[in-house]
């Protein structure tokens, strides 16, 4: 069976290679597609711009996003996601550093799955993403999603 990819959206370079590091020794396998903003985010998802070539039935299993972002921000991603039937129940894992009362209301309301503030000891940021690992792409049982056939809503 093939591995399911995560959708990393961060800006940070310094926290992008932190992810990474994190999920090589967490050992999950996972390929990790990263989005450097939000514009690149959503035309992965969606299949448009430099990404119109992809296969738009081949959703990534898991987005990791980051609130503070260039072109267009975590929040309205987060938004877009949600408003589209084919990304619609996309598991939304909001990893920053805010850790602002309203970015978290935002966040949930706006349909997080979860809201996870970055920790700056990488001991815990390891023990993080393997946590987060193991629960969201072992334990969790996932919404079978649309492939590719669905109207914007």
Request: charged share 25%; hydrophobic share 40%.
């Amino acid at each position: 069976m093939k591995n399911k990819t995560i959708l990393l959206v961060e800006d940070n370079r310094d926290d992008e290679e932190f992810t990474v590091r994190a999920f090589r020794k967490s050992r999950v396998k996972n390929e990790l597609v990263v989005a450097r903003d939000g514009a690149e985010a959503l035309d992965y998802l969606f299949c448009t711009g430099a990404y119109a070539n992809r296969n738009p039935g081949d959703l990534p299993q898991l987005v990791l996003l980051d609130l503070k972002l260039p072109k267009v921000d975590g929040h309205e991603v987060l938004r877009r996601i949600r408003a589209d039937a084919r990304t619609a129940l996309l598991p939304v894992i909001i990893l920053t550093s805010s850790k602002e009362e309203s970015d978290l209301v935002k966040g949930y309301s706006s349909g997080a799955n979860s809201y996870i503030v970055k920790p700056v000891d990488t001991e815990q940021f390891s023990a993080c993403i393997q946590q987060l690992g193991l629960y969201w792409l072992v334990l969790n049982e996932a919404v079978p999603l649309p492939h590719g056939s669905g109207e914007s809503t």
